[in-house]
């Protein structure tokens, strides 16, 4: 099996998408008024943006006032460094605290303890990549820097001599200052690459990563960083990223696409109902033949509300879903149950992936199986209740846990509350007290819904509701 990767996360759906899929619908207008065409306008935009980066450099750049810590004594293994903090390294520090995002300069400190064979030997310290510049140290001596002469410092891995004389067996202190300009600062290599060796390959080295200690210099909190400006023509431009990283793939011969986006469409929901057709329409009409796109629904994400409430999250959830029933020879995974309140990239990735392994079993290649989780497909009010009928009930609805859960119903006054549901045979009936004539049924309707619906298969249902009335993205293009 062969897979091409071509992706850019936190962009939104019109960077993929062809220019005729946009200049075929006037509903597009207001995304194709955010591409700069003509040639003055783009150069006067060219102008503007480099002035206001450099501006933003002066202002954004951090500059290095100077090693203090050097002079108070934070190389030195005499230094008692006792009241330090401990982190695990290799790691950008922003990673490990609010508190600790910021640019500045940070020491770390580590004492490793050598074999007698090796006192007095010539020995290489290979520290990785360090973002952005260094000053090391071996038991209080300076044995190397990087700094704003080394291209792109912050990709280059650091590897010091350290001369035999310094070297004694026992306990010996590494001390590294880094200073970070912008943006993330710290280790940021691989484990392995953190280790000392002696000089002449012989032995086995010992591995750095792990316990470091480390104290704030001086910092400034990220927050106070401007935002950087961005060029008229950049990765968030609609056609963008098509034209760079779609179109050039064109020439080899696909069997499918697998996709995973829509966060940064979020606030454009109700767009979204036109806007990802068009993506996948405009891809197929490149290759020049209707390939099977599979896609992945949005999972959960943000804080859990206590009551029924709008939810733009929902809404694009809706618009993939309207899509997986309006475009031929597309799948959908859900992740509604998968993903977490405070990471917007959700850390299980095999369930997802097996998800969209059994559509493209299913729908690439014809094997008659269970593919998806249960589908809304219809309902019927019955008195005070309403029954809705699902697609893709497998072998049959259950419910993960004592009762079903992230229902809510309402009456003509639109007002939602949370709703009894019980399931019978391939159905789910759904009631409330508090609404006696009941209009309209919600599932999974919230930006982090506690729901609970799968088919026997083990596949849950997609969020959905029976109503269309007007949601909260509505206006925005």
């Known amino acids: 099996m062969g ?209 470091w200690k480390f104290k704030v210099e001086f910092a400034r909190h990220a927050s106070k960083v401007p935002r950087q400006p961005q060029p008229p023509i950049n990765n968030w431009t609609p056609t963008v990223l098509f034209n760079a990283m779609v179109a050039p793939l064109v020439p080899y011969a696909i069997r499918g696409v697998i996709w995973y986006q829509g966060e940064s469409n979020v606030g454009r929901a109700y767009q979204y109902r036109k806007l990802f057709p068009a993506l996948i329409n405009s891809w197929r009409k490149a290759w020049g033949y209707e390939f099977p796109f599979l896609f992945v629904q949005l999972a959960n994400y943000l804080e859990r509300k206590p009551e029924p409430t709008e939810s733009a999250w929902a809404e694009l959830r809706e618009a993939q879903l309207l899509t997986l029933k309006t475009v031929p020879k597309t799948g959908m995974a859900v992740a509604i149950d998968i993903g977490e309140a405070n990471d917007i990239h959700p850390r299980n990735k095999q369930d997802v992936g097996k998800r969209l392994a059994l559509a493209a079993l299913a729908i690439a290649y014809g094997q008659k199986i269970v593919y998806s989780g249960p589908i809304y497909r219809s309902m019927r ?57 009941p209009v309209a049924v919600r599932y999974g309707w919230a930006d982090n819904p506690d729901c609970n619906l799968y088919n026997k298969e083990g596949l849950p249902a997609s969020p959905f509701r029976t109503d269309n009335w007007l949601g909260v993205t509505v206006k925005n293009r």
């Open 381 to 437: 009010v019955e008195g005070n209740k309403i029954r809705i009928f699902f697609d893709h009930v497998g072998s049959g609805l259950v419910a993960k846990g004592e009762k079903l859960t992230g229902f809510a119903i309402a009456g003509e006054d639109r007002e939602f509350v949370w709703a009894n549901a019980k399931i019978e045979g391939n159905t789910v009936v759904v009631w409330s007290e508090k609404v006696p004539k």
């Open 3 to 211: 897979l091409i990767g071509t992706y850019w996360g936190g962009r939104p759906a019109e960077s993929w998408t062809d220019l005729r899929a946009l200049e075929s619908d006037p509903d597009f207008k207001p995304i194709l008024d955010r591409l700069p065409r003509d040639p003055e306008t783009l150069k006067r935009l060219q102008e503007k943006y480099e002035q206001a980066l450099e501006e933003w450099r002066q202002k954004a750049i951090l500059k290095d006032p100077g090693n203090k810590g050097e002079a108070m004594g934070w190389a030195s293994p005499e230094f008692d460094d006792s009241d330090w903090t401990t982190m695990e390294v290799p790691r950008p520090w922003e990673r490990i605290s609010p508190e600790m995002n910021i640019d500045g300069a940070v020491w770390f400190r580590k004492v490793v303890v050598l074999p007698n064979e090796w006192a007095g030997k010539d020995l290489l310290l290979s520290l990785g990549p360090i973002d952005d510049y260094d000053t090391t140290y071996f038991n209080g001596e300076k044995i190397g820097a990087t700094g704003a002469e080394t291209p792109n410092s912050w990709t280059v891995p650091r590897q010091y001599r350290i001369p035999g004389r310094l070297v004694k067996a026992g306990a010996n202190l590494i001390a590294v200052r880094i200073f970070d300009q912008w943006g993330d600062g710290g280790f940021a290599g691989r484990p392995n690459q953190m280790r000392l060796e002696l000089a002449d390959g012989t032995g086995k080295p010992i591995l750095l990563f792990g316990e």
